[in-house]
């Protein structure tokens, strides 16, 4: 979400005159765009803000805005942060930045009050021309005990169907062959009579787009109908990020998750069983708050069991203002690591054995560049949302441009992460 705000900023500010540099010291406005979900991303992002604040120092001219969940986190409080930032927007305000650059007053603004451009016609300005997020929805109504999102986000707010599709359309028409559908709980979505599987269904239909993805989906909301047209939809991508969190129900009730672990198991089993090849990956916390040796274990017998493709892993971080900042973080640090290492060489593993039993098959690959390590090599995504290094021969690689194609590939090789491949002859 987060990409795709900047790359929609990015397209606004182009629109109304700016041209983008990538030398700060060359800039008139320089804008850092914020996540909070996680301790790390926060410091990141305020040791970026540091960094960029001698520019500001050196060109008092230049105008230093610090926008999104951040701004919206921690408001004025900036301001005392670095004396040289001049604007804060929160979730709400992003796209109005253009109108607060024109008055060059120092400004904290974040409301979380619906805005008339929460969402915005206009196309994200994206580094990928080949792929693109578009936003469905914004916000979160769960409120799990460990994340700050609805705090920053706001409540659930959904787009209007027809928007979707007219984004999704426009997109094709500009030379891109896959969406991400994105929202922060894409099943709750809404409209008038029409749910997440009936968006599915018509950006299928609607429109010349070759690919669809979406993510992020809660397991609570994940319904039969959604699997059923993920199985049936022919533009669908056999890839469902399903965060699993903890494998224990114990955990996850202190998370306030809304399931059991039984209850995501019957999920996954459904969707395997209906879903032709499915890619399953998800996100996974260690060291939640009484979070015992068992609780851990439980965790580590729920990934050999579904076996994930891949996931995110993270250590537990107290996220100020959630409920879980309450909690005693009785789990000591040192603990936390040790449990994430494991599951990380645990999971490393499986992600090893199921790419090791596609050597030999073919996959449908789009073509989205080169691989940064061999500029002779060409990168890509299958449908189950793995990435795809195809060397060319010394011939080939002068001979053709396959960047925006869909092409076969037999693949060869494999690591944890990587898959390898050779076009077909």
């Not at 709400?92 to 607060?100: A, D, K, R, T, V």
């Not at 969406?179 to 922060?184: A, E, F, K, T």
């Not at 599915?200 to 993805?213: A, E």
């Amino acid at each position: 979400m987060n990409v795709y705000d900047s790359e929609k900023l990015r397209s606004i500010l182009l629109n109304k005159g700016y041209s983008l540099t990538e030398r700060p010291e060359k800039a008139d406005v320089i804008v850092l765009n914020t996540c909070c979900v996680r301790e790390h991303a926060e410091t990141r992002a305020l040791g970026r803000l540091a960094q960029l604040s001698q520019y500001k120092q050196k060109n008092p001219e230049v105008i230093l805005a610090m926008v999104g969940c951040i701004a919206q986190r921690l408001g004025e409080r900036l301001f005392e942060k670095t004396p040289y930032l001049d604007l804060v927007l929160g979730t709400s305000q992003i796209f109005n930045l253009p109108e607060y650059l024109e008055n060059k007053i120092k400004l904290a603004n974040v409301s979380l009050t619906d805005s008339q451009t929460i969402f915005t016609d206009f196309l994200p300005k994206r580094k990928n021309r080949y792929t693109s997020f578009v936003a469905i929805s914004r916000g979160c109504n769960n409120f799990c005990s460990y994340c700050i999102v609805p705090y920053v986000r706001g409540p659930e707010r959904h787009r209007k169907l027809e928007d979707i599709l007219r984004e999704v359309q426009l997109l094709t028409e500009s030379r891109c062959l896959e969406v991400m559908l994105v929202g922060q709980n894409v099943n709750s979505y809404k409209d008038k009579n029409f749910d997440f599987p009936d968006l599915l269904q018509r950006v299928n239909d609607q429109t010349d787009i070759k690919r669809i993805r979406f993510m992020t989906s809660h397991p609570k909301d994940l319904s039969l109908k959604l699997i059923e047209k993920m199985a049936e939809l022919s533009k669908m991508c056999e890839h469902l990020h399903l965060p699993l969190q903890s494998g224990s129900s114990k955990i996850l009730k202190k998370m306030n998750r809304g399931y059991s672990s039984e209850d995501y198991l019957d999920i996954i089993k459904n969707a395997k069983l209906k879903i032709k090849n499915l890619s399953v990956t998800t996100d996974l916390i260690v060291g939640f708050p009484s979070e015992r040796q068992d609780d851990f274990e439980k965790t580590l017998e729920m990934v050999k069991e579904i076996e994930f493709d891949s996931s995110f892993m993270f250590r537990y971080s107290e996220r100020e203002g959630t409920e879980a900042a309450k909690f005693e973080d009785d789990v000591p640090e040192k603990e936390k690591l040790r449990r994430l290492k494991i599951l990380i060489e645990l999971q490393k593993q499986i992600s090893l054995n199921k790419n090791k039993k596609l050597i030999g098959k073919k996959e449908e690959i789009l073509i989205d560049g080169r691989s940064k390590r061999d500029k002779k090599s060409w990168k890509g995504k299958s449908k189950g949302n793995k990435t795809v290094i195809i060397r060319d021969g010394p011939d080939d690689f002068l001979q053709r441009n396959l960047l925006g194609k869909i092409v076969s590939v037999k693949i060869v090789d494999c690591d944890s992460w990587t898959l390898f491949g050779e076009f077909e002859k």
